[in-house]
């Protein structure tokens, strides 16, 4: 058949095919009235792509013009995409992800959610017993300066002063949480893909850094101010980086021990499957913020029932992941 | 075709779609249309939130935070793929199956962006998209994305207005689509070089000029009305 024959033939078809691609591409609230209805064009849809195919595959063996050829192809195309689309449903699923797929994959890669965990709670315990023993310690890890303004922070004699905040910084320090904290979080993952390297650094440093500073400021006395500020949100926020740092080490593992797959196959069934970690840890490192600025700064409560709260977060924590989502997974 | 940065996305109706992807340049460009587009937004912001003191710095952190990990997961979801900066290059984001970029995809991709911004400049990014076949960075590989020219329309399909000529000699089916290629783009060359292209085929067909050739590639898609 003759080019010329071929497309008058079909032109209709092709010109119908595009009225519906456009009409699947507008979002619904937008729909004109030209545009049929969508119950109509789902049902007809997936024949009249397979005949664009079909026409493409001819196009191409008859050697039909390069024009042609490229319109056919960018109709199978844009049909393509609508016929195998997948629609991921984040937002109506949420509920369904936290009752079950958040705590099920974290058991499921439960090994390398304890790698992580020891690789950030071992340095801190090391580095907590080096401060004990030899004070000096933490010099080789903090400035001078940062360590008195860390003491100024905590310093049970400012409380009158510093302590007390208007809802307005409350909110500022919100905003910092959030942005600084799920920041390290996300790169601690990311750090994963260079072969694990960048999450181990990520995990022991901040494990470091979190045993000498605390045990510093246990150590100079601040225990009435640092530990209650810290309870409440420590369960979220500790979880959460070990969380991240332990995506990060699968994604390491699957560049490392790729299997049967090629690298980039395994890094990215590894990514996939430690999806809703992140997006769990996303959403821990959310309510980490929201805690750290609206319940750790108040001061009306008693320490004790800081205390109380945050060792009942951390049971809450305990519960969550051991407990949750085991019938279905 | 070999020199072509076409990639072949196979279906289950047993087509190959291909698609142009895009390499360094056009990406960087984007990029950096992206950056300006950030910077100035916060700039702007930032003076209006002055005005409200604490909360207007935590709204502004917030913002940083929103604009610097999740711009451009929003605008690849919610607008078929392409940020402004790579709408503005004509280009954008797909899965490598050819479907619509989701959230898992857009997600890692840009998580993973700051690996490809190591050790500075974008280095590791620039030397992954150099060195893989489909130009994809380190965020990429691990989403399984692509980025590809997104559709132009297709400028001049119908061969200019010469009355058909029959083509006496025997040609194959690849001489004939180039016939009708250069039929199709005849009208965007300018009079010399039409003429130059059209007289490599003259010891193929006897005395043939820019007109003929167009002649002969309206024949051939079937124009019949001989004058």
Known sequence: MRQEAFESRHAATWATFETWIDALSTPRFAQRSEHESRETISKNFP????????HL???????????????????????HQHMYRTRTPFLTSIGLFLARDFPATFRKEWRFMLASTLLFYLPALVMALAVVLLPETIYSLLDPGSVSRMEEMYDPANE????????DSDFQMFGFYIYNNISIGFRTFAGGLLFGLGSLFFLIFNGLYFGAVSTHLTVAGFTETFWPFVSGHSSFELTAITIFGGVGLMLGYGALAPGRMTRWQSIRSRAQSGLPLIYGGTLMLVAA??????????????????????AFLWVLHGLYFFLLGRNES | MLL?????????????LRLPVAGLAPRSLAWLIDALIKFLSLTVLSIILELL?????????????GLLWFYNVLFEIFNHGATPGKRALGIRVMNANGTPVGWSGSLLRNLIRVVDALPGCYAFGCIAVLLSRQFQRLGDLAAGTIVVYAPRQTVGSKPGDVPPVPLKAHLSLDEQQAIVSFG?????????RAEELAAILDPMLDGVDRNALVGHAN????ERKLP
């Open chain 2, 219 to 222: 024949w051939l898609i079937g």
């Open chain 2, 184 to 192: 199709e783009r005849a009208n965007f060359l300018n009079a010399e």
């Open chain 2, 53 to 65: 003191g604490d909360l207007g710095t935590g709204i502004y952190l917030l913002l940083i935070f």
């Open chain 1, 289 to 310: 913020a929201f805690v750290e600025a609206f319940w750790s700064s108040t001061v009306w409560p008693p320490a004790s029932f800081k205390y109380s709260v945050g």
């Open chain 1, 57 to 79: 595959a001819l196009a191409r063996t008859r050697r039909y013009s390069i024009a042609l050829q490229q319109r056919l192809n960018q109709l199978a195309l844009d049909g």
């Open chain 2, 4 to 16: 072509d940065t076409a990639y072949n996305i196979g279906t289950p109706e047993g087509v190959e």
């Open chain 1, 160 to 167: 009158a002063i510093g302590r007390e905040r208007g809802s």
């Open chain 1, 47 to 54: 024949a009249m792509y397979r005949q664009v195919c079909h």
